[in-house]
Nanobody
Framework: QVQLVESGGGLVQAGGSLTLSCTAS????????MGWYLQAPGKQRELVAT???????NYVDSVKGRFTISRDNAKNTVYLRLSSLKPEDTAVYYCNADIKTTWFSAFRDYWGQGTQVTVSS
């Protein structure tokens, strides 16, 4: 009923930039926090950044000053601008959103399918 679809990944040289997008669609009453996570090969999925419905942001220390999260509530879309990319940023990036499908339902976590970001040295 709810889908999160990411786009914007790809191959980029170190020092370059990319912008990831993630749009939620389906039966949506309200979206609370949206965020981005990454999973490097052989490692667990970890938080990159989150943004609340009011625009409050939170970043993991390793990306502060390099990555910027933003959202367009009218479009149910969250973005992640990745700048000054390093080879160690190489990972699959996943979108996450806390979504309520009706006024009486609880918020529930939804995940996108992931988009690969590869940074070459």
């Amino acid at each position: 009923q709810v889908q999160l679809v990411e786009s914007g990944g790809g191959l980029v040289q170190a020092g370059g930039s990319l912008t990831l997008s993630c749009t939620a669609s389906g039966i949506i009453f309200s979206i609370n926090t949206m965020g981005w996570y990454l999973q490097a090969p052989g490692k667990q999925r970890e938080l990159v950044a989150t943004i609340t419905s009011g625009g409050g942001t939170n970043y993991v220390d390793s990306v502060k000053g390099r990555f910027t999260i933003s959202r367009d509530n009218a479009k149910n879309t969250v973005y992640l601008r990745l700048s000054s990319l390093k080879p160690e940023d190489t990972a699959v990036y996943y979108c996450n959103a806390d979504i309520k499908t009706t006024w009486f339902s609880a918020f529930r976590d939804y995940w996108g399918q992931g988009t690969q970001v590869t940074v070459s040295s």
